[in-house]
Structures are given as structure tokens and as C-alpha cells.
């Protein structure tokens, strides 16, 4: 997120926390904006001055001169008794409203494949050099795996992501591989002529991708994208312990999935992709 125009947060001596905040409270100036933004809820979409101040622990003179930013930036607007969020929250909620189209289409067909194999099943989307989880459900013999709903990986240390990255323009997927990448393992495919050759292959597999034990030691993955135009790239996999998995079997369960959810959404990508 772009924040033109606001001040820079001040300088403090106080001791900064692992996760960021200073010891007495948030310290830059997005976390305050974000204590501001989730101080509203359904049940109290208009709040005062004084419940955003309760609400957020935030001294009044800071909260009054980071609301006046914030009416001028459209995130949020002046309304009868007080404050609501303002429309650029609601765009960017209606961005978000694709995502939840394409969880809605999946989540019957990952419950279905995480009973039949026992594993994990992941859905993901591609924010840039990141995969982002959207849906995580786990059969009933499943190992733990450390992932969670809105997690974040690497895209190129990841079955999804790979699968996703192999189906984009050679242009766009090539620039995702321009930076520095990280070893998440000592398996992790990190350099970019790999990963490229990497990728010619994954085509050559109808999209099919493995992660053996690139993003996690012990776990092992395999995915297929799902193919849905006007959205964000999205794919599935399963999730399970590198010893035990059947690549081949596993591949056909997660493909035929991908290309059912490309079919549920067919109708919606059409819509989308008229521009309307």
C-alpha cells in the first residue's frame, strides 16, 4: 500500500519488539493506520473520535491527525456520528471478492481430495514473488504441515507456486525470477536458468508441479494450476511427508480437481473478462 503524503513515523528510543512495535505501542505509521482500519466492524461500521481512540489505544492528537490523512487518501469518510470506511476500502474489497469466488469453487473439491489421499490440500493465488494461502483442509491421517490461511511462501519454493509462475507469460515469469531468491532448503531451486528448465518441464506436464522438499525438509508437494482468466493465478495441491508420496497417482487427483474449479468458474471468467 501507498501512503502519499503521510508523515514519516517518529523516531523512538523506545525498545522494539520482535514483531516491529515498540515496547509502548505500534510505532510506524501503517500499523497505526491498520489499528484504525480494524477498529471498525460489522456490528459498528461508524464509530466517533473518541471510540477510534478507545478502540486503538492511540493518544487523541495522533488518531484525530491520522484520520484527516486517511478521509483524504478515501480510506475513510465523515458521516453522521462520526467515521466509516470510505470507498477505496470498498475497492479493494471488491478485488478481494475474486479470491473468495475462486475458495468458494474449491473448497468442496479440497475436502474431497484431503479424505481420499489423507493429505493436505492447499489453494493459493500468486501476489507477486508470493504465494498467498486462501484455503488449507487436512485428511485425517495428514502430517502437520506449518502453513496457515494468508500464509506466505516463496512462489518459487512451492509446488503452486511454480505451477503458477510456469503458466505465466515468459516475459512476467522470467522478471519474478530477476531478484535475489532464497534457499528455504538445501533443495530449494533458487537459480534462474533451473528454475526455467524447471518450468519448460511443468508446461510439458499439463501444468503438474512437485516441491520435493524445496520449501519444507520432510515435505513433499504436488500441484496443478487452476486455469482462470480475468482472476488471480491460482492452483491446488497436496501436502504430505516426502517418504511416503505417489507423485504419479497424486498428479492425476490434483489435475482433474484444477480443471473442475476451472470449469465452475468458466461462467464467472467470461463475465469478468468483457470488462464490465
Same mark, same amino acid.
Request: proline share 6%; glycine share 8%; charged share 20%.
Given at each position: 500500500?501507498?501512503?502519499?503524503?503521510?508523515?514519516?513515523?517518529?523516531?523512538?528510543?523506545?525498545?522494539?519488539?520482535?514483531?516491529?512495535?515498540?515496547?509502548?505501542?505500534?510505532?510506524?505509521?501503517?500499523?497505526?493506520?491498520?489499528?484504525?482500519?480494524?477498529?471498525?466492524?460489522?456490528?459498528?461500521?461508524?464509530?466517533?473520535?473518541?471510540?477510534?481512540?478507545?478502540?486503538?489505544?492511540?493518544?487523541?492528537?495522533?488518531?484525530?491527525?491520522?484520520?484527516?490523512?486517511?478521509?483524504?487518501?478515501?480510506?475513510?469518510?465523515?458521516?453522521?456520528?462520526?467515521?466509516?470506511?470510505?470507498?477505496?476500502?470498498?475497492?479493494?474489497?471488491?478485488?478481494?471478492?475474486?479470491?473468495?469466488?475462486?475458495?468458494?469453487?474449491?473448497?468442496?473439491?479440497?475436502?474431497?481430495?484431503?479424505?481420499?489421499?489423507?493429505?493436505?490440500?492447499?489453494?493459493?493465488?500468486?501476489?507477486?514473488?508470493?504465494?498467498?494461502?486462501?484455503?488449507?483442509?487436512?485428511?485425517?491421517?495428514?502430517?502437520?504441515?506449518?502453513?496457515?490461511?494468508?500464509?506466505?511462501?516463496?512462489?518459487?519454493?512451492?509446488?503452486? !507456486?511454480? +505451477?503458477?509462475? #510456469?503458466?505465466?507469460?515468459?516475459?512476467? &515469469?522470467? /522478471?519474478?525470477?530477476?531478484? =535475489? @531468491?532464497? %534457499?528455504?532448503?538445501?533443495?530449494?531451486?533458487?537459480?534462474?536458468?533451473?528454475?526455467?528448465?524447471?518450468?519448460?518441464?511443468?508446461?510439458?506436464?499439463?501444468?503438474?508441479?512437485?516441491?520435493?522438499?524445496?520449501?519444507?525438509?520432510?515435505?513433499?508437494?504436488?500441484?496443478?494450476?487452476?486455469?482462470?482468466? !480475468?482472476? +488471480?493465478?491460482? #492452483?491446488?495441491?497436496?501436502?504430505?511427508? &516426502?517418504? /511416503?508420496?505417489?507423485?504419479? =497417482? @497424486?498428479? %492425476?487427483?490434483?489435475?482433474?480437481?484444477?480443471?473442475?474449479?476451472?470449469?465452475?468458474?468458466?461462467?464467472?471468467?467470461?463475465?469478468?473478462?468483457?470488462?464490465?
Amino acid at each position: 500500500m501507498t501512503v502519499t503524503g503521510l508523515r514519516a513515523a517518529e523516531s523512538s528510543t523506545t525498545a522494539t519488539r520482535p514483531d516491529g512495535r515498540g515496547a509502548a505501542g505500534p510505532v510506524s505509521m501503517i500499523e497505526r493506520m491498520t489499528l484504525i482500519l480494524d477498529a471498525f466492524d460489522a456490528a459498528t461500521p461508524t464509530l466517533s473520535l473518541l471510540d477510534i481512540t478507545t478502540r486503538t489505544g492511540l493518544p487523541r492528537s495522533t488518531v484525530h491527525r491520522i484520520l484527516d490523512q486517511m478521509i483524504r487518501l478515501r480510506w475513510l469518510a465523515h458521516t453522521v456520528g462520526g467515521y466509516r470506511l470510505g470507498l477505496r476500502a470498498l475497492e479493494l474489497g471488491g478485488v478481494a471478492a475474486g479470491h473468495n469466488e475462486i475458495r468458494d469453487a474449491a473448497a468442496p473439491l479440497l475436502h474431497d481430495l484431503a479424505q481420499r489421499t489423507g493429505l493436505v490440500a492447499h489453494l493459493a493465488v500468486l501476489d507477486g514473488r508470493e504465494v498467498v494461502y486462501l484455503d488449507k483442509t487436512a485428511g485425517r491421517t495428514a502430517p502437520p504441515v506449518p502453513t496457515r490461511l494468508g500464509g506466505r511462501l516463496p512462489a518459487h519454493a512451492t509446488a503452486v !507456486g511454480k +505451477a503458477m509462475l #510456469a503458466g505465466l507469460e515468459p516475459p512476467i &515469469a522470467e /522478471a519474478a525470477l530477476r531478484a =535475489r @531468491l532464497p %534457499r528455504l532448503t538445501n533443495r530449494t531451486l533458487w537459480e534462474p536458468d533451473t528454475l526455467q528448465r524447471e518450468f519448460t518441464q511443468i508446461r510439458l506436464r499439463q501444468g503438474i508441479a512437485v516441491d520435493r522438499e524445496e520449501s519444507m525438509p520432510g515435505i513433499a508437494c504436488v500441484a496443478a494450476p487452476v486455469r482462470n482468466r !480475468g482472476l +488471480a493465478p491460482a #492452483a491446488l495441491s497436496l501436502t504430505g511427508r &516426502a517418504d /511416503a508420496m505417489s507423485f504419479d =497417482r @497424486l498428479a %492425476r487427483f490434483v489435475l482433474d480437481a484444477a480443471r473442475e474449479i476451472t470449469r465452475t468458474l468458466a461462467p464467472a471468467t467470461r463475465v469478468t473478462g468483457t470488462g464490465h
